[in-house]
Nanobody, 116 residues
């Protein structure tokens, strides 16, 4: 079965950095676009970044452009989100996502808190 397991969240001061990881299993990872979303309480989950199956194309939300970088390792079946110059408004639960055969799959999420 499809499994996505996020890690790497935590508490960081404004201006700091974190790298999130999402380990995938149960499907042919290298064939699928992977995405990172985030969600704050009371609001909808929003797309942060996506990366094509080969890793040669990426898209970012305007709010994170120039600060976040999505990447993937198709040998380790892992997608990453490098987050630099973090701001308090980046505080959220971050989720890894893949869409396979008309169904969305999600990880359990990892909390990122940006605060001094």
């Amino acid at each position: 079965q499809v499994q996505l397991v996020e890690s790497g969240g935590g508490l960081v001061q404004p201006g700091g950095s974190l790298r999130l990881s999402c380990a995938a299993s149960g499907f042919t990872f290298s064939r699928y676009t992977m995405k990172w979303y985030r969600q704050v309480p009371g609001k909808e989950r929003v797309l942060v970044a996506l990366i094509s199956s080969a890793g040669d194309s990426t898209i970012y939300a305007d709010s994170v452009k120039g600060r976040f970088t999505i990447s993937r390792d198709n040998v380790k079946d892992t997608v990453y989100l490098q987050m630099n110059n973090l701001k308090p408004e980046d505080t959220a639960v971050y989720y890894c996502n893949v869409w396979i055969v008309r169904k969305d799959y999600w990880g359990q999420g990892t909390q990122v808190t940006v605060s001094s």
